[in-house]
């Protein structure tokens, strides 16, 4: 079994990112990539799907079994024996100048998406794109995304000019606690900030039977005002990315429509991820940052 070693960019107990170097086997199912979007380099025995020289992708589930009744029934992101980042194989992740990662789970780029703009749909557009395509939204629903959308809320004027240009019909300013006047009420709405849920600030703005979607990442608990929720019939919609189904057709979807993410690119090194990494703690970032490699 042959193996590779390349160089990771690890967190320190002080805070800063160090580089170091990892080694790891080449398995007959696994295939040789570079960075969350990159050029196969090499593959296994039993890789069929891709060859050397694709350029391909991979997000936040490492690896799926296939045969367990989530992948049977296409929500194969909630595998019953699935690895995933953060819990399986600490030394494979984006920040690094290659992963070994198993052909399931990586997907061709579409020919002229560029890759620093399909990098941030292997994740954070997956989730976006699951909530809109897999729980029964239509055309005609009004949907509402909190941080940036459709209709946009916000907390400050700051995103009113972008959001217009990204072809938001409406913006409006909300705060926690804060009555809307003259507001028509959502089918549909995303939350994609990174701050704990107020859940009962958020239901005068929901309609009836209208679903909230919390992509938010927090672990501390939110109260949520059953009696409430019940009286609208108001639900509340967990999801997780996408099955790779869905992210196949995210990624086509965005090439053929000429869709890109609003980013800003950090080499990756060093110091271009200590940069990313300060300006995300400043709130300066618009909306993703990628780092490439140079």
């Given at each position: ?35 969350g979007v990159g050029v196969v380099r090499q593959v296994g025995d039993a890789v069929t799907h891709v060859q050397v ?170 109260a949520v005002p059953l009696l409430f929720m019940n009286a609208k019939g108001i639900r509340i919609q967990g999801s ?55």
């Amino acid at each position: 079994m042959s193996s590779i070693t390349f160089d990771v960019y690890r967190g320190s107990k002080e805070g800063k990112i160090v580089a170091d170097k990892t080694t790891r086997p080449l398995r007959p199912t696994d295939v040789l990539g570079h960075e969350g979007v990159g050029v196969v380099r090499q593959v296994g025995d039993a890789v069929t799907h891709v060859q050397v020289g694709d350029r391909v992708g991979f997000g936040y589930t490492h690896e799926v079994c296939g045969i367990c009744d989530h992948c049977i029934s296409g929500w194969d992101q909630y595998c019953a024996n699935k690895k995933e980042y953060g819990f399986h194989n600490h030394d494979l992740g984006s920040f690094s100048h290659g992963v070994v990662w198993n052909a399931g789970n990586v997907f061709k780029i579409p020919d002229g998406y560029d890759s620093a703009n399909a990098a941030p749909l292997m994740c954070a557009g997956a989730t976006v794109w699951t909530c809109l395509t897999e729980y029964g939204l239509r055309p005609t629903d009004r949907v509402g995304v909190m941080g940036i959308g459709v209709v946009v809320l916000s907390s400050s004027e700051r995103k009113r000019e972008e959001a217009m240009q990204f072809g938001a019909s409406e913006y409006h300013v909300f705060s926690a606690g804060q009555e809307m006047k003259d507001f028509k009420p959502l089918k549909h709405l995303l939350l994609c900030g990174s701050a704990n849920v107020d859940y009962p600030s958020l239901l005068p703005l929901m309609d009836v039977h209208g679903t909230i979607y919390p992509l938010t990442v927090d672990f501390k608990p939110s109260a949520v005002p059953l009696l409430f929720m019940n009286a609208k019939g108001i639900r509340i919609q967990g999801s997780l990315v996408a099955s790779r189904k869905s992210l196949k057709s995210l990624l086509q979807f965005a090439a053929d429509k000429k869709i890109e993410p609003t980013i800003m690119k950090f080499p990756l090194n060093e110091a271009g991820i200590e940069e990313a990494m300060q300006t995300l703690r400043d709130g300066k970032m618009r909306y993703r940052g990628v780092l490439v490699r140079e």
